[in-house]
C-alpha cells in the first residue's frame, strides 16, 4: 500500500493555489472578497534555489498581492533565522541557517504602491562564504515581519521565503585503477540494525555486456555484503545492489560522464535504493540479524578479476550511517553532509587531492592507509598489497563540480 504524507509546508502551498484561483475571474480581474500578500515565488514551494558561485551573490525578494492595492501598502523583511529549525522539525530536514555576517539585506523596507499588487524589491546578499561548514546546506529565511496599509492579511504559508544557499563547488575525487583494488580492514567494527550507505561515481567505462563490480562495504571475513556492480547479466547498464537484506536490479540506466549520488537504505523492513536522492527501486528485505561493518573494497581486487571486471569510474564521498535516511535528508546530501550529523559513523570524502591516506571525516578514526590493505589472490588467501599505493589516481577538473 502506497502511502501519501502531506507536510505543513505541502498544505501551505495547497492554500497558496486555492486562494490564487478564487481571487481571479474568467476576465482576468480580481475578486476583492479575497485579498492577502504573500512573498513572490513561493506559491508552490516555500524554498528556492538561490545560486551563490562568487560572492557578493545577489538575490531580489518582493512581496505580491492578490489584487491591485487601493492605497500604499508598506512591509518590513527580516532574516529570522530561527525559521530555519521550525523549517527543519516539519519536514525532517537538516539544514543549516547562515551564520551571522555572510548575508546582508539592503532595502528591508518595500511598498506595494497604489494600483499594483507587486512591491519593491529588497535584496540579500551574500558577502561571504568563509564561516560556512563543508557539507552543510544553508537557507536564508527571509519574512514579512510588518504590514501597514490598506491591505494587511499575509498568507501564513508564505509569509517566509527560504532561500537555499547553492554553492557551486569544485572537488577533487579518485579517478579508479585496477591496479589500486585491493581491501582495507579496520581495527573496530561499526555495528549496524539499520544503516544507509551512500557513494558517489562518475562512470567513464560503463559496457553494454559482461559485469563490472566497483566496491563491498562488508564485514571482516566478507559476509554480509553491500556489492555493487553494473551489467550483471547483460542489463544494460543498470546496476545490481546485493546487500544481506536483499538484492535488487536498479531501474536507471546508467551513462558515462555524470555524478550520481547512490544511496542504500535498510529500515528493518525495508531495502531502498535511490539515485541522486530519488527513490529508483525498493524491496520487502530479510533481517540480516546485525551486520558489524568492518571492511571496504575498492574495485573488484580478487585474482584477475581486478582487470576482467574492472570499472572505469571516478568516485567520491562514501559516507556509512547507523540509521535509516528520509528522502529528504538524502536530497539535501548530493554535494556532501556535515561531518556530525546525526548517525554518520563514518566518511570518507575522498577529497584529499594528493597522496594515499584517506581521512574519515567524523573523526571517529576510521581513516584508512593504502599502504596496509591485502588482496586474495587465491579464493580464501588474503597477501599484503603494499604497492597498490602507488596506483592511487586523483582527478580534479570541470566534470568535478556540483552546486547543492
Excluded at 95 to 118: H, K, Y
Excluded at 211 to 236: G, H, I, M, V, Y
Excluded at 277 to 301: C, H, T
Aim: with cysteine; aromatic share 12%.
Amino acid at each position: 500500500m502506497k502511502t501519501t504524507i502531506i507536510s505543513k509546508a505541502t498544505l501551505g502551498v495547497l492554500a497558496i493555489a486555492s486562494l490564487l484561483l478564487t481571487s481571479c475571474r474568467s476576465d482576468g480581474g480580481f475578486d476583492y472578497d479575497h485579498s492577502a500578500l504573500y512573498l513572490s515565488g513561493t506559491e508552490e514551494n516555500p524554498v528556492v534555489k538561490f545560486v551563490v558561485e562568487d560572492t557578493p551573490a545577489s538575490y531580489a525578494v518582493t512581496v505580491q498581492s492578490t489584487e491591485k492595492v487601493a492605497s500604499d501598502v508598506n512591509l518590513t523583511l527580516a532574516i529570522d533565522r530561527a525559521k530555519v529549525e521550525e523549517y527543519n522539525k516539519i519536514n525532517k530536514t537538516n539544514f543549516f541557517a547562515i551564520p551571522e555576517g555572510a548575508v546582508e539585506l539592503d532595502n528591508s523596507q518595500v511598498t506595494i504602491s497604489e494600483g499594483n499588487a507587486i512591491s519593491s524589491a529588497a535584496t540579500v546578499k551574500v558577502v561571504s562564504t568563509e564561516a560556512f561548514e563543508e557539507g552543510a546546506t544553508y537557507m536564508i529565511p527571509v519574512t514579512i515581519q510588518n504590514v501597514s496599509g490598506s491591505m494587511t492579511d499575509v498568507i501564513e504559508g508564505s509569509r517566509t521565503i527560504f532561500l537555499r544557499v547553492s554553492r557551486v563547488i569544485n572537488f577533487a575525487a579518485v579517478n579508479a585503477n585496477y591496479n589500486a583494488s585491493s581491501n582495507f580492514i579496520f581495527d573496530q567494527a561499526i555495528p549496524l540494525t539499520t544503516f544507509t550507505y551512500e557513494m558517489k561515481i562518475y562512470p567513464t567505462g560503463l559496457a553494454n555486456s559482461g559485469p563490472q563490480r566497483f566496491c563491498a562495504l562488508e564485514q571482516a571475513d566478507e559476509s554480509k555484503a553491500l556489492l555493487l556492480r553494473f551489467n550483471e547479466a547483460n542489463t544494460s547498464n543498470k546496476l545490481q545492489v546485493m546487500t544481506p537484506c536483499g538484492t535488487m536490479m536498479s531501474n536507471t540506466e546508467f551513462a558515462n560522464n555524470q555524478w550520481y549520488l547512490l544511496s542504500i537504505v535498510w529500515d528493518g523492513t525495508n531495502l531502498l535504493f535511490y539515485v541522486n536522492g530519488v527513490l529508483d527501486n525498493s524491496l520487502a528485505g530479510k533481517d540480516p540479524g546485525g551486520i558489524n561493518f568492518q571492511r571496504f573494497e575498492m574495485g573488484m581486487s580478487w585474482g584477475g578479476y581486478n582487470s576482467r571486471q574492472f570499472f572505469g569510474h571516478r568516485f567520491c564521498e562514501f559516507r556509512v550511517w547507523d540509521r535509516a535516511l528520509s528522502a529528504s535528508e538524502i536530497l539535501g546530501g548530493l554535494c556532501g553532509v556535515a561531518a556530525n550529523s546525526e548517525g554518520l559513523q563514518a566518511y570518507w570524502k575522498f577529497n584529499e587531492g594528493t597522496g594515499h591516506v584517506f581521512k574519515d571525516a567524523t573523526g571517529h578514526g576510521f581513516d584508512m592507509d593504502w599502504t596496509n590493505t591485502s588482496r586474495a589472490i587465491y579464493e580464501g588467501d588474503m597477501l599484503p598489497t603494499p604497492d597498490a599505493y602507488k596506483y592511487i589516481q586523483w582527478v580534479k577538473d570541470d566534470a568535478n563540480k556540483c552546486a547543492q
